[in-house]
């Protein structure tokens, strides 16, 4: 006679728990399962309660496992994996892997580019993580990141250059038109004047170092200033002909080509920061990260 198998606590409670060890926040995990934190830590209260054990440590603003519950983390751990193993052998599906970028670099660089990806790697499910936010590999389950600033990023990680900042000024035709061009002499004989005109600002503020390099008379005081906390929102305002805006190269060039925004000025500023390739050394899906690794370096050797 076949031994009955002990009653297992549900389902839910144990998806709850699991991603809650991972992220050591109810609200994290929450967002991670399309549910309400309240309904993450009630599945988790009921778990407690059936086993008859504390699995979390609540402190004021974050978690902790307590032992029995980094024991049976790992084991729940395994268990998802076998199953979804199982299932995927079953019925193979593409695989998904979670990309963080910055919101401009996403909308500005990497969304026009995505169609010939996806048609070339159709075993490949793409989730686009868009956030000024540093994301953290385990935490967040990111597989890959495009990372803003300078080196290091952390040990344990594959680290390169994908390119070097180079901030351009731009504008569209209608403001030049009906403003003049920043660059030229003024009505007063003053060279380099910003009268009339309004600088763009996103969250890095390097116009000052700008017009150090290319209009080191004119006064930033004679010009407006309007201030975004993204540089994709700096490049839409003049796009929508509301001033002048810096935004790297990359970033206008198919404004550019389309004649909704003109390059003001030859100058490059170059801060010695740039955009990297992130991910970790160890990884579950080498070869797949190593294939999104490659196109990211040809998209931009290709735009050179």
């Not at 700008?210 to 700096?234: C, G, H, I, W």
């Not at 010695?272 to 390739?277: K, Q, R, V």
């Amino acid at each position: 006679m076949t031994e009955a198998v002990g009653r297992l606590p549900s389902l839910n409670a144990l998806r709850a728990f699991e991603a809650a060890s991972r992220h050591l926040n109810f609200r994290l995990a929450a967002e991670e399962l399309g549910v309400t934190q309240g309904a993450v830590a009630q599945q988790v209260r009921s778990l407690e309660a059936e086993l008859g054990m504390k699995l979390f440590e609540r402190h004021p603003r974050a978690l902790s496992l307590t032992e029995n519950g980094r024991r049976y983390a790992s084991g729940v751990r395994r268990a998802f994996e076998m199953l979804t193993e199982a299932t995927q052998a079953l019925r193979p599906e593409p695989l998904r892997l979670t990309i963080s970028v910055t919101p401009t670099f996403a909308s500005k660089w990497l969304i026009p580019r995505l169609p010939a990806f996806l048609e070339t790697h159709p075993d490949i499910d793409l989730r686009i993580l868009a956030t000024d936010r540093l994301s953290h590999f385990q935490a967040d389950a990111v597989d890959l990141a495009v990372r803003y600033g300078r080196p290091p990023f952390g040990g344990g990680l594959v680290v390169e250059p994908l390119f070097e900042e180079a901030q351009v000024a731009v504008a569209s035709p209608a403001v030049i038109a009906a403003a003049g061009h920043p660059g030229k002499t003024d009505g007063a004989g003053r060279a380099g004047s910003l009268r009339g005109h309004a600088l763009l600002h996103d969250a890095h503020n390097a116009w000052p170092q700008f017009l150090d390099l290319t209009l080191p008379k004119a006064q930033m005081s004679e010009a407006k200033n309007v201030r975004f906390n993204q540089t994709a929102l700096a490049i839409d305002a003049a796009v929508a002909g509301q001033g002048l805006a810096l935004a790297h190269r990359d970033f206008v060039a198919a404004d550019i080509a389309a004649g909704r925004l003109v390059r003001l000025f030859d100058t490059e500023l170059r801060t010695g920061a740039g955009f990297y390739i992130v991910y970790p050394r160890r990884t579950r899906h080498a070869a797949q990260i190593a294939d999104v690794h490659e196109w990211l370096l040809r998209e931009t050797r290709d735009t050179r």
